[in-house]
């Protein structure tokens, strides 16, 4: 802040009228100085350790910021510093207010603040957030006694600048929203899915017949692959091109998922699917991260008159694990965050303008591409896979895997051990795709490829 | 003129870095960076603390030897993370602590970009990592060998017990001596 205040002091000082210099001067500091709380505050809403209490103790057990004085005290009243954790972001996300309350309970609060500064700089040791912020008080003050004295600004410098930041933020979302509603429109188009109309609805898939010369596709293996968390059954495409000369391919969205309206469990909706297809093959069903835990659900039963011949578990969900987060509130909350994070950047359509790790962990053609990002980034995408990470069931899902014939565990090096550890719970053999991650696996050209071996030669030796 | 000319000047200047600075705070937006739409100028975060605050002790270890991976000499990791000194005083005044937080400033960025699965090259071209090896240089505790590595170690007070030491990275061989070169069995 006090760099902030010292070059725009230099920058206003080009405006030669002293009242309007000093008016356009202070009137950009108090700006900062209330977004800087405001964001502090709203930020700190969005932290599952804010929100659950945590923050402040977590922060003082360390050794920059705990060591003082002052901490040592605090961190021996732990339900005082639970408090401080949850009053910090409100009042600091609340500090626009006081643009609107009467210029001596303003004075009052912003005291207080100076107070609270106080504190952090005698808890924390961090005395510069006294010198800096307490320095642009002056200039809040300044727009709050001009407003109450009903003066006109001088200059419209904060209207300017927030209607330009809500205006762009407004193109933002609304080039966010279209964009979600032309990959509507592909998914509907020639080159999109298909529709599988069933008693309640409709189930969104896609399907690729054998192509190799000589493959008969009324003997065909059936290869069905489950997407992972939130994911769009386009994260399958590069597998799925791969090993459809010789398998019947089929990707699928689960309920409540895309376009998917019926509300069929997993098992139901792959037996629709797979009695659509016109083979004798055996089945073979691939799942990628929590899509596991979906298998596991029907991996035992006769689906569409078959029996699971085998399964390809990429990073697959260890039951176990999940439970262990599910248990645990921090865990959990953390879990929240992230999807909180998501649902904050589809919404503004952040997701366009900043790296994200959907973006950059896939490479797959332009339109699936486009299908996994905007699907990745669609509000309603994130509020079913919320609902299906909390509600997803795990009891017996390790039994059931480990009753399947023949079951491969493929690993991303991300999640190599844990991966092995899986594949020893289930007696699966497995395999390691070198050099990536949980979403490249999947996402990369050559891991794809990779990892397409791996199915095919199962789905060979089914047949 | 020339007085209209300034101020609009100072006006546009003052109104765009406003207006990146409002759209750079939002709350999930780390890796945008508008400074490019402002000539450079650096651009305030206001997110402190949030929404994740840092809540463990990045840990500088250092060990000597002659640079070879071979060399069975070398010492054991030795702690050098500058200490700050804790008073009453560091409530008004606090100057020590700003060296060792601009290491640990560096540090936590190579955290975050050993936990995004940076490419090591990338991560040893960095601006980070120089300064690190640098400060690991005069951190060394005296001794007659030629080269030295650092490791990054985070340590999590609150974390669950057994999950607490999270090593970070480990650093190539470089010379003690600045003007030095290390053999070439450390590429």
């Known amino acids: 802040m006090t760099a902030i205040i010292t070059q725009y002091r230099v920058l206003s000082a080009l405006i030669l009228d002293r009242d309007r210099s000093d008016d356009v001067f202070l009137r950009a500091v108090n700006l900062q100085a209330g977004l800087s709380y405001f964001v502090s505050g709203v930020s700190k809403l969005f932290g599952s350790s804010w929100v659950q209490g945590d923050a402040l103790e977590e922060i003082l057990n360390t050794e920059s910021y705990g060591g003082g004085p002052a901490a040592r005290l605090l961190r021996y009243r732990p339900k005082v510093a639970r408090l401080l954790t949850w009053f910090t972001p409100l009042w600091e996300a609340a500090f626009p207010l006081i643009y609107l309350v009467p210029p001596r309970t303003a004075r009052l609060g912003l005291s207080a603040v100076k107070l609270f500064h106080l504190s952090v700089a005698a808890v924390m040791e961090l005395p510069r957030f006294v010198w800096g912020f307490s320095g642009s008080h002056g200039a809040v003050r300044y727009v ?28 933002s979302a609304i080039h966010a929203a279209s964009q979600r509603q032309l990959d509507s429109e592909r998914r509907r188009g020639l080159k999109g899915t298909k529709l599988l109309e069933v008693a309640d609805g409709v189930i969104e898939y896609h399907h690729l017949t054998p192509s190799a010369p000589g493959v008969n596709a009324i003997a065909a293996p059936i290869v069905v692959l489950e997407a992972g968390l939130g994911t769009a059954l386009e994260t399958w495409s590069w597998v799925g091109g791969a090993i459809s000369p010789i398998c019947h391919v089929v990707s699928y969205h689960r309920r409540g998922y895309g376009l998917t309206t019926s ?162 719970k289930l007696g699966a053999e497995y395999r390691l795709v070198d050099g990536s991650s949980h979403r490249s696996v999947l996402g990369n050209r050559q891991h794809a490829a990779t990892l397409s071996q791996i199915v095919v030669e199962v789905a060979a030796n089914a047949l | ?111 975050v970009m050993g936990a ?50 999270l090593p970070v990275l480990v650093s190539k061989w470089h010379a003690i001596s600045p003007t030095a070169a290390v053999g070439a069995s450390n590429e």
């Open chain 1, 144 to 171: 709050v006694e001009r407003r109450a004295s009903a003066q006109a600004p001088t200059t419209g410098l904060e209207r300017v600048a927030l209607a330009s930041a809500a205006g762009v933020a407004v193109v």
């Open chain 1, 263 to 424: 509300s069929l469990s997993g098992g139901e909706a792959v037996a629709a699917l797979v009695s659509s297809i016109d083979s004798r093959g055996p089945l073979i069903v691939a799942s990628h991260s929590i899509g596991l835990l979906n298998v596991a659900t029907y991996a035992n039963s006769i689906i569409a008159g078959k029996q699971i011949a085998a399964v390809v578990l990429v990073d697959g969900t260890d039951p176990d694990l999940l439970d262990q987060d599910r248990s645990d509130r921090r865990r959990i909350g953390m879990f929240l965050q992230s999807q909180l994070g998501t649902v904050f950047m589809a919404i503004t359509g952040l997701y366009n303008f900043v790296p994200n790790a959907v973006s950059r962990q896939n490479a797959f053609a332009p339109d699936d591409q486009s299908g996994v990002v905007q699907f990745a980034f669609s509000p309603r995408n994130i509020y079913r896979a919320v609902r299906e990470y909390l509600d997803v069931r795990t009891a017996h899902a390790l039994d059931s895997l480990a009753a399947v014939k023949r079951k491969v565990v493929v690993a991303s090096s991300e999640n190599a051990s844990q991966q092995a550890e899986l594949a020893q």
């Open chain 2, 1 to 111: 003129m020339l007085s209209r000319t300034m101020s609009g000047v100072a006006m546009c200047a003052l109104s765009l870095h406003l207006i990146a600075s409002i759209l750079q705070n939002t709350p999930d937006s780390y890796n945008l960076d508008l400074r490019k739409f402002v000539g450079g100028w650096t651009l305030p975060g206001w997110r402190f603390f949030a929404p994740n605050p840092g809540v463990h002790n990045v840990h500088l270890l250092v060990r000597t030897g002659s640079g070879d991976q071979s060399d069975s000499s070398m010492t054991d990791w030795r702690d050098v993370t500058p200490q700050v000194g804790h008073a009453w005083t560091n409530v008004l005044l606090n100057p020590k602590s700003r060296g060792p937080k601009a290491l640990f400033d560096a540090m936590q960025q190579l955290s």
């Open chain 2, 116 to 165: 995004n699965y940076s490419a090591l090259e990338w991560i040893f071209g960095s601006l980070p990592y120089e300064l690190v090896v640098d400060a690991s240089r005069g951190l060394l505790p005296p001794g007659n060998d030629e080269a030295f590595q650092f490791l990054l170690l985070n340590y999590f007070p609150s974390g669950e017990a057994g999950k607490r030491m």
